[in-house]
């Protein structure tokens, strides 16, 4: 029995073309592992294309590609589709996820409970990113992990471990960044790229954000919202609400953080925040939701004010604060 990464090595040794794709909304481990994978294939002398149904986010624009990232499937080719950072595979968006059921699929992936939806699944949650299982590849495949295809790599590394502060930040993880700045690889302009992409409509946001900020349990839980309102008042979007929660989590005593973000349709979307054996997974697996044990997810259909009690008295529980 072969392990996962040499299937998947091989798979791409003995396959002409490739989808390459991750999930809707992607954060930099989603874009970094997509693009990252891109260049390997560009290496290995493969045909690709690179699919992102919400397209290149804005404060991506600097990062160099191997291609384009389509955000349509017309024009986007591939027999082999490579899924990528998604713990289930509807994350990927409507368009493809119609596509997947009549296609192989490779399943990359660091989520816990992912439910091993490909015809070749390499799931690994000790890994702290998958542009961390993406680079594993490249030494696999022999290709070196220089220029372009290194910063695609560190730029999924050091999101997800948020800049090495998360506990998910392995010896391992501070190795493979060690060798992409020996490589050459400059961390101070590359992580000046990463960073420094805010608008003031954001600040606007987060300061909206945070005024509502409610304290539960001594302390030990913290709540904040973002209405549909503060987003049309400010001019944001749901992109601009990613890490309010990992600030939120700051807060001296909060065991765990919280974030209730309006949907459209009304509801909320929740992000939740926790540091080591506090488990925020299991919390957010009550609603349906998912993630990791110190940073998860998911949704709640209900009023702003149900929606808020149902997840304190759910943290209360899972923390033993009742
Ligand atoms: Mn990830």
Known sequence: MQSPITQIADLIRRTDSFLVASHANPDGDA???TVALGYILEHMGKEFSLYNRSGLPHQFDWLPLPGPIHDTLAGAEGNWIFVLDCGSPNRVGDELSRVMASRPIANVDHHLGNPMFGQFNWVDDRYPAVCAMIADLAYE??????????????LGIVTDTGFFTFDNTTPAVM???ARLIRQG?????VNAKIRNQWSVNRFRLWGESFATTELFYDGQVAVAIVTQGMMERTGTSAADCEEIVNFLRRLRGARAAV????????????????????????VAALFG??????????????DILSAKVRLIEALGESLGLV
């Open 31 to 33: 874009i970094g592992s």
């Open 141 to 154: 495949l022999e290709v070196p992990m220089v220029g372009p295809l290194a910063e695609a790599i560190y």
């Open 175 to 177: 190795e493979l960044a």
């Open 185 to 189: 690889l400059n961390p101070g302009a």
């Open 259 to 282: 974030i209730l973000r309006e949907e459209p349709d009304g509801g909320f979307k929740f992000s939740m925040r926790s540091s080591g054996a506090d488990n925020v997974q299991s």
């Open 289 to 302: 939701g998912g993630g990791h044990r110190n940073a998860s997810g998911g949704t709640i259909s209900a």
